[in-house]
């Protein structure tokens, strides 16, 4: 289960952004994962509900995932279409001289910041 180490690079990383803001506690953290990235969203946010309990900045954030949606290019017809519908032949032209242009993403997106009311 590669989540669990990905899920400790998030927290690293939100960590190394509160500490830079001289932010106490973080609300939410939003990512961005594209759909052929390998990462198994309910297994993803398992792994943060348990490691955020470890660090006082994270503790009571929670997590939000968009995914987004893979495309994959042909270098033939110059089409693009939807990987997870055709995979890597192009339904236009059946080529595979085709190429992923997005959807194997992770990114952090935005970090919320816990604000008293």
């Not at 289960?1 to 939410?28: C, P, R, S, W």
């Not at 990987?83 to 059946?94: A, E, L, M, S, V």
Request: with cysteine.
């Amino acid at each position: 289960m590669h989540e669990l180490g990905v899920t400790f690079y998030v927290v690293k990383d939100v960590k190394k952004v509160a500490q830079e803001n001289k932010v106490d506690k973080i609300d939410y953290v939003k990512l961005e994962i594209g759909e052929v990235s390998g990462v198994v969203h309910d297994q993803l946010i398992d792994c943060w509900n348990w490691a955020r309990k470890k660090e006082a900045v994270t503790e009571h954030a929670k997590m939000y995932i968009e995914t987004l949606e893979a495309i994959t290019y042909c270098e033939d017809c110059h089409g693009q279409y939807r990987t997870i519908d055709y995979g890597k032949t192009c339904p236009y032209c059946h080529s595979e001289n085709t190429y992923l242009l997005r959807g194997n993403e992770f990114n952090i997106k935005e970090i919320g910041i816990y604000e008293d009311s």
